[in-house]
């Protein structure tokens, strides 16, 4: 290698790695990191936006793990659903219907792909006037319309105040629009896996697609998988807009209630933000625990 | 016969395909008909958008919903070329900013040696799970502390740096061969030359993926809408759809609420049909050792 070398000698200390990194960097900390950091220190405190904070210790985390009932009764559970379903079965869901595509065709394959990825992109909006729209409450409702010709219900549902039904049109609705980014990636990823890998499978006795799946296909893009995964977990975090955006914030019975709501409503409803702050904290802690989870479990081992 | 293990990525269509497609069509139908509907409903004439019972699609089609949107903004405080205006000049600022930023980092960590590298990447990595909204409080303190609320620095600076943006051009600089990069320093090419004439040109599905995710990011958000800007003057266009959209109980406001609807979502689609082939290029590359 002594091309490497040569470069290697060409750039070593090189100073101006510091004046390419350093706008971005500057402008990461501040807006990212430093974010987190604050959110970490106010949350060992009472900061209500008007007092300055007063020093609490473990005082919030304390009260929200045994006094704060709203968030142990609805929004652990209900966060811990969506994050399974959306999060842990939009990735496999968003694996299969890949692994799917990558058997037809190229023209095919791409309109397919783009029906199926242009949910993610609909944003905040577009999806707020179409899905209000479909869970009208009354009779002229689209879903109440189907149904009760199709004889299902009698008597219209008024979908988004009812807590039996919030949380599953929340899931159903984080679910339609989880085929992002990792989806693409994990298409493009099965796409480039070396064919001869599956020639030489079938040599050595793999039977059908589906051993090929799990023996060659998956081992093979394990960093695709990975990062993937980390973006379905950040995408089952991230959830709350729907939430908020359907039934607003708190939503009906707390029915709908996700972390990222609890700490919208005690942040800037309650103006208990230091409060608030221990939520968010413990959000970025449990997000960070699957990420180490799917680490283990796609990372490749040097 | 024994199994001959399958083709990925075929070149011609088989009929074994048929199995596959009729597998996945249903999904593609539920994934696909609320799209279908976004359409049908922005050009639905009053008396379909209320039709009983509701139809799905559209049978005569107009730009009604399009010109009472326009109208209903005339007589507002503010127009909706204001709004329009904030949000085309603050998205456009945010990709360009943020190309030239994120591009010139990746150069840096992709392809310079100097300390410290490997840590800072480490960051980048750790920050793609960043979950903007859980420190939404913060943020907004940051920006009122740096004196930028009211300003459209509020709406441009906290998106510049998108960590997955980074992330996936890194992998992507990763790509250009050495050697390359090599022989213009042999040719006594600068850091600079050298990011400008081989690095730029050479990554430039990266660049459009980013852009695309940058544009998401920015053309549909409302944090900093909401949070960090008071003066409706500055707000964006998202902001005034989400208003009208939220407001659709009136009779009149559905179709207009629909009409906004399609507005905000079609430059997303766009842009990504023009982009996608570059969008799956940068993708291959996406893997998290």
Redesign the interface.
């Given at each position: 290698m002594k091309g490497r070398n040569k470069i290697s000698k060409r750039e070593q200390g090189n100073k101006n790695g510091y004046l390419f990194l350093g706008p971005y960097y500057f402008i990461f900390f501040i807006f990212i990191i430093i974010p987190v950091v604050i959110a970490i220190g106010l949350s060992f405190t009472n900061f209500n936006a008007i007092e300055f904070p007063g020093f609490t210790g473990f005082l919030n985390y304390i009260n929200l793990l045994t006094n704060d009932e709203i968030f142990m009764q609805y929004v652990l559970p209900n966060t811990v659903k969506y994050a399974l379903i959306v999060g842990v079965g939009g990735y496999v869901l968003s694996f299969l219907v890949a692994w799917a595509l990558s058997n037809l065709t190229k023209p095919i394959r791409t309109v397919f792909a783009l029906i199926l990825y242009s949910p993610s992109m609909t944003g905040a909006v577009a999806m707020t006037v179409l899905w209000k729209i479909m869970f009208t409450g009354d009779q002229t409702g689209y879903l109440n319309s189907w149904l009760m010709n199709l004889g299902v219900i009698t008597e219209p549902v008024i979908w988004l105040v009812n807590v039996d039904y919030l949380l599953p049109i929340v899931i159903f609705i984080g679910l339609w629009s989880s085929m992002g980014v990792g989806f693409l990636a994990i298409l493009a990823g099965i796409l480039n896996t070396d064919e001869s890998l599956y020639e030489a499978a079938a040599i050595d006795g793999v039977k059908s697609r589906f051993q090929e799946m799990i023996l060659i296909t998956i081992p093979s893009m394990k960093p695709q998988m990975l990062f993937a995964a980390v973006m379905s977990i950040v995408g089952a975090f991230q959830g709350g807009m729907i939430s908020t955006m359907l039934a607003g914030n708190p939503t009906p019975g707390y029915a709908a209630q996700l972390m990222v709501n609890h700490v919208e409503d005690y942040g800037f409803i309650r103006y208990e933000m230091g409060y608030a702050a221990a939520i968010s904290v413990a959000l970025l802690g449990i997000i960070q625990i699957f990420s180490i989870v799917s680490t283990r479990l796609f990372g490749e081992r040097d | 016969m024994?199994?001959?293990?399958?083709?990925?990525?075929?070149?011609?269509?088989e009929k074994s395909?048929l199995k596959?497609?009729a597998?996945?069509l249903p999904?593609?139908f539920?994934?696909?008909l609320?799209?279908v509907?976004?359409f049908c409903?922005a050009f639905k004439p009053m008396e379909e958008l209320?039709a009983?019972?509701?139809q799905?699609f559209v049978y005569n089609p107009t730009f009604e919903n399009f010109t009472k949107l326009f109208k209903a903004s005339r007589t507002a405080g503010i127009p909706m070329s204001r709004y329009a205006f904030n949000s085309i000049l603050i998205t456009a600022s945010v990709v360009a900013a943020s190309l030239?930023?994120?591009t010139?980092?990746a150069?840096?960590?992709s392809?310079?040696?100097?300390?410290g590298?490997g840590m800072?990447m480490q960051?980048?990595q750790t920050?793609?799970?960043?979950?903007s909204?859980?420190?939404?409080?913060?943020?907004y303190?940051?920006v009122n502390v740096?004196g930028l609320t009211d300003t459209y620095l509020a709406h441009i600076?906290?998106l510049?740096?998108l960590?997955?943006a980074?992330f996936l051009v890194k992998q992507f600089v990763d790509q250009v061969p050495?050697?390359l990069?090599?022989a213009a320093?042999i040719d006594g090419a600068s850091?600079?030359h050298v990011?400008v004439r081989i690095i730029v040109p050479m990554i430039k599905p990266a660049i459009a993926t980013a852009a695309i995710?940058v544009f998401?990011q920015v053309?549909?958000n409302?944090e900093t809408s909401n949070?960090y800007v008071n003066d409706e003057g500055l707000k964006t266009l998202?902001f005034y759809?989400?208003t009208l959209?939220?407001a659709?109980n009136t009779v009149a406001g559905?179709g207009m609420?629909?009409a906004?609807?399609?507005i905000?979502?079609v430059p997303?689609?766009v842009l990504?049909?023009i982009l996608?082939n570059n969008?799956?290029?940068t993708?291959?590359h996406?893997?998290?050792?």
């Amino acid at each position: 290698m002594k091309g490497r070398n040569k470069i290697s000698k060409r750039e070593q200390g090189n100073k101006n790695g510091y004046l390419f990194l350093g706008p971005y960097y500057f402008i990461f900390f501040i807006f990212i990191i430093i974010p987190v950091v604050i959110a970490i220190g106010l949350s060992f405190t009472n900061f209500n936006a008007i007092e300055f904070p007063g020093f609490t210790g473990f005082l919030n985390y304390i009260n929200l793990l045994t006094n704060d009932e709203i968030f142990m009764q609805y929004v652990l559970p209900n966060t811990v659903k969506y994050a399974l379903i959306v999060g842990v079965g939009g990735y496999v869901l968003s694996f299969l219907v890949a692994w799917a595509l990558s058997n037809l065709t190229k023209p095919i394959r791409t309109v397919f792909a783009l029906i199926l990825y242009s949910p993610s992109m609909t944003g905040a909006v577009a999806m707020t006037v179409l899905w209000k729209i479909m869970f009208t409450g009354d009779q002229t409702g689209y879903l109440n319309s189907w149904l009760m010709n199709l004889g299902v219900i009698t008597e219209p549902v008024i979908w988004l105040v009812n807590v039996d039904y919030l949380l599953p049109i929340v899931i159903f609705i984080g679910l339609w629009s989880s085929m992002g980014v990792g989806f693409l990636a994990i298409l493009a990823g099965i796409l480039n896996t070396d064919e001869s890998l599956y020639e030489a499978a079938a040599i050595d006795g793999v039977k059908s697609r589906f051993q090929e799946m799990i023996l060659i296909t998956i081992p093979s893009m394990k960093p695709q998988m990975l990062f993937a995964a980390v973006m379905s977990i950040v995408g089952a975090f991230q959830g709350g807009m729907i939430s908020t955006m359907l039934a607003g914030n708190p939503t009906p019975g707390y029915a709908a209630q996700l972390m990222v709501n609890h700490v919208e409503d005690y942040g800037f409803i309650r103006y208990e933000m230091g409060y608030a702050a221990a939520i968010s904290v413990a959000l970025l802690g449990i997000i960070q625990i699957f990420s180490i989870v799917s680490t283990r479990l796609f990372g490749e081992r040097d | 016969m024994a199994y001959r293990g399958h083709k990925i990525n075929p070149q011609r269509f088989e009929k074994s395909q048929l199995k596959i497609i009729a597998m996945i069509l249903p999904i593609v139908f539920v994934m696909g008909l609320p799209i279908v509907f976004i359409f049908c409903h922005a050009f639905k004439p009053m008396e379909e958008l209320f039709a009983y019972p509701p139809q799905f699609f559209v049978y005569n089609p107009t730009f009604e919903n399009f010109t009472k949107l326009f109208k209903a903004s005339r007589t507002a405080g503010i127009p909706m070329s204001r709004y329009a205006f904030n949000s085309i000049l603050i998205t456009a600022s945010v990709v360009a900013a943020s190309l030239l930023l994120t591009t010139m980092a990746a150069f840096a960590l992709s392809k310079l040696r100097f300390k410290g590298k490997g840590m800072l990447m480490q960051i980048n990595q750790t920050a793609l799970m960043f979950v903007s909204v859980a420190v939404m409080i913060p943020r907004y303190l940051t920006v009122n502390v740096l004196g930028l609320t009211d300003t459209y620095l509020a709406h441009i600076l906290p998106l510049v740096a998108l960590p997955v943006a980074l992330f996936l051009v890194k992998q992507f600089v990763d790509q250009v061969p050495d050697s390359l990069i090599e022989a213009a320093y042999i040719d006594g090419a600068s850091d600079w030359h050298v990011y400008v004439r081989i690095i730029v040109p050479m990554i430039k599905p990266a660049i459009a993926t980013a852009a695309i995710l940058v544009f998401q990011q920015v053309w549909g958000n409302m944090e900093t809408s909401n949070y960090y800007v008071n003066d409706e003057g500055l707000k964006t266009l998202t902001f005034y759809m989400n208003t009208l959209a939220n407001a659709n109980n009136t009779v009149a406001g559905q179709g207009m609420a629909a009409a906004a609807a399609l507005i905000m979502f079609v430059p997303n689609l766009v842009l990504f049909i023009i982009l996608q082939n570059n969008v799956m290029n940068t993708m291959a590359h996406s893997g998290i050792k």
